[in-house]
């Protein structure tokens, strides 16, 4: 089955700026929408943004202005550039998507790629 594969998470002080990617596995069709989720220690998952097929984007009220989501439909890869990281973004971040692929339609997820802001 696919699966969404992420990178781009390291370590990076207050302030400084990452870029998440975001793609699937193996072979697909299309993708619908994509999320970023961000899971800290002891706390529960939270979407932090999204992004429709057609380019509509949300965010969080915590990454507004901070955060930009978007997607290159012809590679079919989703990004998320965080600039003025704080340490309360530290967290693992998943990547999830509806995509349809040989098999039918699969609500995918990646594995999850590590932040840590440092203060």
């Known amino acids: 089955q696919v699966q969404l594969v992420e990178s781009g998470g390291d370590l990076v002080q207050a302030g400084g700026s990452l870029r998440l990617s975001c793609r699937p596995s193996?072979?697909?069709?299309?993708?619908?929408?994509m999320r970023w989720f961000r899971q800290a220690p002891g706390k529960e998952r939270e979407l932090v943004a999204s992004?429709?097929?057609?380019?509509?984007?949300n965010y969080a009220d915590s990454v507004k202005g901070r955060f930009t989501i978007s997607r290159d439909n012809a590679k079919n890869t989703g990004y998320l550039q965080m600039n003025s990281l704080k340490p309360e973004d530290t967290a693992v971040y998943y990547c999830?998507?509806?995509?349809?692929w040989g098999a039918g339609p699969v609500d995918a997820w990646g594995q999850g790629t590590l932040v840590t802001v440092s203060s």
């Open positions: 999830n998507a509806q995509i349809l």
């Open positions: 992004i429709t097929s057609g380019g509509t984007t």
């Open positions: 193996g072979s697909i069709i299309s993708i619908n929408t």
